[in-house]
């Protein structure tokens, strides 16, 4: 599988941006998806995940109620929707996959996208 994140840029705060992450594949709705970012100095961290039915999410607690996530399974993309952001929003964000089910470890996650930045301005 390989993933390819894009819609990431520049964004007051208190705006929004939408990302995608389009695989390669015939079997994506095999595979749970999530979203993770790494800002600078910091470890990577788990943002939110869906299940390939896209019939559950789970989202970290700094975003929850900000960000949505969902997924396309006919065109082999899943979204996070990022609203209300905030300066400390800013990382580069990534997507993952991994067969069944979703995970809040990223190294449960097999397969990865190269990133896309979020900058957050106050």
């Known amino acids: 599988v390989q993933l390819q994140a894009s819609g990431g840029g520049l964004v007051q705060a208190g705006g929004s941006l939408r990302l995608s992450c389009v695989a390669s594949?015939?079997?994506?709705?095999?595979?749970?998806m999530g979203w993770f970012r790494q800002a600078p100095g910091k470890e990577r961290e788990f943002v939110a995940a869906i299940r390939g039915s896209g019939g559950s999410t789970y989202y970290a607690d700094s975003v929850k109620g900000r960000f949505t996530i969902s997924r396309a399974n006919a065109r082999n993309t899943v979204y996070l929707q990022m609203s209300s952001l905030k300066p400390e929003d800013t990382a580069v964000y990534y997507c993952?996959?991994?067969?069944?089910?979703?995970?809040?470890?990223?190294?449960?996650?097999?397969?990865w996208g190269q990133g896309t930045q979020v900058t957050v301005s106050s």
């Open positions: 594949g015939r079997t994506f709705d095999s595979y749970a």
């Open positions: 993952a996959a991994r067969l069944l089910t979703y995970s809040t470890r990223s190294t449960d996650y097999n397969y």
